[in-house]
């Protein structure tokens, strides 16, 4: 499956980079793995949704937020491999969901994330995953996600 294509069909384009917000980078390649630090929903710089899961946030929003982030992992991914044929396989996704206290479904909007991996790598978009409920996230984000990401060597 050539990623790229699946990307067109689903009128996906890769954007730059995201900055770091803070010190840190934004991939690091160890070996064959890629590990990417924590991304958020951000287009051109801003947040799509702000605020914790359901409250200020509905739940579909936090999904299209988590599938944000993904495209934004991607693009961090392609940056430092190149080329994203040469991902092997989505190994690990730690997603974390700005939730009020009550709020119980954050697999549910971090699937948002999940999905689009699929979808776009197949097989190889399959992963592990660990998602946590916290109090907030940096700017006010209702998610954040993290991968780990095995390369062609």
């Given at each position: ?30 070996g064959n ?63 974390f969901?700005?939730?009020d ?53």
């Open positions: 499956m050539n990623p790229y294509d699946k990307l067109k069909e689903l009128g996906i384009e890769l954007p730059q980079v995201v900055k770091p917000l803070a010190s840190y980078v934004p991939t690091v390649r160890t793995l890629v590990f990417v630090s924590g991304n958020l929903p951000l287009v051109g710089g801003k947040l799509i949704f702000e605020g914790r899961v359901p409250g200020d946030v509905s739940v579909d929003d936090a999904y299209k937020c988590a599938r944000q982030a993904a495209i934004n992992i991607m693009a961090a991914i392609q940056a430092e491999i190149g080329d994203l044929r040469k991902v092997k396989r989505i190994i690990r996704l730690n997603g969901v700005a939730s206290d009550d709020f119980t479904m954050q697999p549910k909007v971090i699937n948002g994330a999940s999905d689009l991996f699929v979808e776009v790598f197949g097989d190889a978009g399959k992963h592990t995953r660990a998602v946590m409920g916290v109090n907030r996230l940096p700017l006010n984000s209702p998610i954040e996600i993290d991968a780990i990401i095995e390369v062609e060597s």
